[in-house]
């Protein structure tokens, strides 16, 4: 296979599995050592996904979404409840006026002034229609103080499920503040370990290393497993597999297919 030219100045050069077997005189045998920083990688990795997906964050984030809409239809019945309450007090202020306007004229048909029968059968006229309406705005505020009741009573229940919520919350926050104190003890533990499995390994191969594997996943290392590539599961050719198969403990190949440094895991042997 021939060497690849190198890409356009400025470009980011795309490393050929080639390019990567023709350097590995240089690198030495480090696969041990390369072995163990993808295993903390990995794991790194896997503890940070978990983080993020902790089942206590979810319970969190239920009880935080379900809090917000309890909220949000409190606020909606508070409001259908201050417009009742207005409704309520213009129906009684027009009920009192109305109410003051009939006795008014009630008091003065019955005061010992005299009026003709014509305004006597007038003002009787407008006290009945006076009572009528009296008698419908009655009805109107009973109806109001009803659903202002029903919705009084459908508020104060929300709100104590608000309260509740509120609590279990509290709770839920508490309980993944444990979980994130626990995995962030892990954390740090596994990047003290990286440090050191990164001081085992020379500057050029952990570059190789570490731009390897922010192209590939997070998986720059690979084992031989069988006759497959663990990074890509792809079949390796003959001439691969007897490279790899019969290289001295530590070299370290490239896969063909995938450009991962490949190794054998001799840590079991
Ligand atoms: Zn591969």
Known sequence: MARQAAGLPGQPRKETADEVVASDAEQGGHSGELLALQDIDSEIDAVVHRRRHLPERARVDADV?????MRSDAATLRSELGGLREKQAAFEKELASSEQRRSAIEKRMFSAQTTSTRDLQAMQAEAGSLQAKASDLEDEILALLEATDAAAGRLGELDSSIA???EALLVAAKELDEAEKTIDGQLSRLRASRVGAKAALPEPLLARYERLRSRLGGVA??????????GCH?????VELEQVRHAAAGDVYACEQ????????RSGE
């Open 164 to 166: 509740t919520a509120g």
């Open 65 to 69: 979404s379900r809090i917000d809409s």
């Open 258 to 265: 995938c450009s991962r440094m490949l190794v054998v895991d």
């Open 221 to 230: 290392v690979s084992r031989v497993v069988g006759r497959r590539c663990s």
């Open 234 to 238: 792809l079949t390796l050719s003959a």
